[in-house]
């Protein structure tokens, strides 16, 4: 499996009129090829039967750098799974180069999807996540929170995970005052979904921080505890 037979196997449903759809609705200047998403699911399951792992790594770096938007999508998808074996080290190396060239919502959301994983199967990770949070770049400080969405999720977590759970609260009290519409809706996400497991937390968060938030984000983060 090459480039070439990847994006040809792409290209067998592009749609010009799509295309066009999606590029005034992404508003990032790259081309689209106006495929649907069940496609590149489809076509990244069969190319994944057929490639090693370091096949698998080297096709999703050239999807990527095609800069394609779905191609894009396609390289994350060919890197998300609970376990990469041999070593996902390489994977989530890989994902990380990736984090700077985030510049739309939909991308960058499929990105960090897969840089999840790699982050539940080795939390010590989250030190260099930790990093990405004073960066200037708006979609790093972003992926920081949607990649670590997994530790909003467990009803009955460890002391080890309430820890890093904590961590990344830290991390979100940090941007409550941060103007940027994308950075105010990613901690309202990141603690709707945790007010679902632990709805204590998350009124604990807002009565610290609450007012600090833009009024859309704060209805949002606590559009589910009633």
């Known amino acids: 499996m090459t480039l070439d037979d990847a994006l040809a196997d792409l290209k067998r449903t592009a749609d010009a009129t799509k295309s066009a759809e999606m590029a005034r609705y992404h508003k990032a200047e790259r081309p689209y090829l106006g495929v649907a998403n069940p496609v590149i699911d489809e076509c990244t399951r069969n190319w994944r039967k057929t490639l090693d792992l370091d096949s698998r790594l080297r096709l999703a770096a050239d999807l990527w750098d095609t800069n394609i938007h779905e191609a894009r999508i396609a390289a994350a998808k060919l890197l998300t799974q609970a376990r990469i074996r041999p070593n996902d080290s ?10 700077p060239d985030f510049d739309a919502w939909a991308i960058a959301d499929h990105a960090s999807i897969a840089g999840q994983k790699r982050l539940v199967w080795d939390p010590t990770r989250l030190d260099a996540v930790e990093l990405w949070t004073g960066s200037d770049h708006m979609w790093t400080r972003r992926a920081a929170l949607v990649m670590t969405l997994p530790w909003t999720k467990n009803r009955d977590p460890k002391p080890d995970e309430i820890g890093q759970r904590e961590r990344i609260l830290g991390w979100a009290a940090a941007y409550v005052s941060d103007p940027d519409w994308f950075i105010q809706k990613a901690v309202a ?3 709707r979904d945790l007010s679902k497991r632990d709805p204590n937390r998350t ?9 600090q938030m833009k009024p859309f984000a704060r209805k949002e983060a606590t559009r589910l505890l009633g």
Not at 203 to 211: E, L, M, S, T, Y
């Open 90 to 99: 390489a994977a989530w190396e890989l994902i990380q180069n990736w984090v």
């Open 203 to 211: 009124r604990a968060f807002i009565d610290a921080h609450g007012d």
């Open 189 to 191: 996400w990141w603690l």
